[in-house]
């Protein structure tokens, strides 16, 4: 069992930035992959970050290119989210997740464990 605390969430007028952070315990937090969501009202649960065990490799999709960045530090057993240049669009629960095996994911179906999430809102 992983058990994930999100932190970092607030209020943003747009252009501006933010970082989240995500806090794991319980299990060996290097042999997890890891990956940030995020769920506005009234859509589906959408992938925004993905990064390795390692934290070699990342995986974003095109709608947070260039503006957000995930990192991990597993002596720290954290997951990070540094969002910049944030948007109205960006409003919405943000959730960090974690997953067995190797590779990266964008699909909520491949991930075993979730935070409570975390609320982000970008004022236009």
């Known amino acids: 069992q992983v058990q994930l605390v999100e932190s970092g969430g607030g209020l943003v007028q747009a252009g501006g930035s933010l970082r989240l952070s995500c806090a794991a315990s319980?299990?060996?937090?290097?042999?997890?992959?890891m990956g940030w969501f995020r769920q506005a009202p009234g859509k589906e649960r959408e992938s925004v970050a993905a990064?390795?065990?390692?934290?070699?490799?990342?995986y974003y999709p095109d709608s947070v290119k260039g503006r957000f960045t995930i990192a991990r530090d597993n002596a720290k057993n954290t997951v990070y989210l540094q969002m910049n240049s944030l948007k109205p669009e960006d409003t919405a629960v943000y959730y960090c997740?974690?997953?067995?095996?190797?590779?990266?994911?964008?699909?909520?179906?491949?991930?075993?464990?979730w935070g409570q999430g975390t609320q982000v809102s970008v004022s236009s």
């Open positions: 990064i390795s065990r390692s934290g070699i490799t990342t």
């Open positions: 319980g299990r060996t937090f290097s042999n997890y992959g």
């Open positions: 997740a974690a997953r067995l095996g190797t590779g990266l994911s964008g699909l909520p179906g491949a991930y075993n464990y």
